[in-house]
Every structure is written in structure tokens, then in C-alpha cells.
């Protein structure tokens, strides 16, 4: 007999949504403070420049993602990057989920600008936020 059945509750699903809503604050506040990197390519210079910035790096698919040879090789890639680079990685679903949170950001409003693209959030790249001057001078 296991704990669950004597207790007689299965909290997979609360801890699923726990995890679930962490995830989402933690993309919405690193949009906010302007760490967020989302885009395979934009993330792909990023950590080609910078992979030390890097803390988590976010892989979303789809169903219809699935097929995709091209985005399957750029995850391929990342991840070999990523843990060359010890950079924690976690694999999503729900690409609307994503879009529906980050999808728009103050400057581009897509009711100001209809021909923009929309956001590609097959990868999402969260940096550690850089110290201002004035306290970096201190820390020596």
C-alpha cells in the first residue's frame, strides 16, 4: 500500500499546476525585467555572445511542431549547447499558452503594426539581470 491510497488524495495534478503557475511567473517577471530571449535565432546569438547570462532555456512544441526537421535540428543544437554550457533546460507543450503570456509586449503592439510577425516562442532563453555600474564598481 502506498501513502496515496491511504490517504486517499493524488497530488500529481496539484503539483502539475504548482510547477505550471511557477513557470508562468517566472516568464512573465523575466519579460517584465527585460530577460527574457525569445526566437531560436535571437536565442542562438545570445548564447553565442553571452552563455554565461544564461540560467534556463525554455523548448516549446507542439503537435504540429513535430514534423518539423528544421526546428528539430535547432533543438538538437541548443540542447548540445546548453549542456556544454551547464544551462538547465526544460521542455514544454502549448505553444498558445506561451503566446497567450509573452505574446505582447508594450512596444509592439500588434494593433499598431499589422504586418509584424508574430513572436516565435519555440525557444525562450531567461538571463540573469546585469548589475548596474555603479554597484559592479563596488563588488571588487
Known amino acids: 500500500m502506498t501513502l496515496e491510497e491511504v ?3 493524488d497530488n500529481t495534478d496539484k503539483k502539475m499546476q504548482t510547477v505550471n503557475q511557477a513557470l508562468e511567473e517566472l516568464l512573465v517577471t523575466a519579460q517584465r525585467q527585460d530577460c527574457l530571449t ?3 535565432y535571437e536565442s542562438a546569438k545570445l548564447m553565442n555572445v553571452d552563455p554565461d547570462s ?3 532555456c525554455l523548448l516549446a512544441t507542439d503537435a504540429e511542431d513535430e514534423d518539423d526537421i528544421a526546428l528539430q535540428i535547432h ?3 541548443i540542447q548540445a549547447f546548453c ?3 551547464d544551462i538547465n533546460i526544460v521542455r514544454v507543450s502549448g505553444m498558445q499558452r506561451l503566446e497567450q503570456l509573452l505574446g505582447v509586449n508594450e512596444e ?3 494593433s499598431t503594426n499589422t504586418n509584424k510577425e508574430p513572436r516565435d516562442f519555440h525557444c525562450i532563453l531567461i538571463t540573469v539581470s546585469a548589475l548596474k555600474p555603479v554597484l559592479a ?3 571588487v
Do not use: K, R, W
Open 7 to 9: 490517504v486517499g488524495c
Open 38 to 40: 525569445a526566437g531560436v
Open 54 to 56: 544564461v540560467v534556463l
Open 75 to 77: 533543438f538538437t543544437l
Open 83 to 85: 549542456c556544454d554550457n
Open 108 to 110: 509592439d503592439d500588434s
Open 137 to 139: 564598481g563596488t563588488l
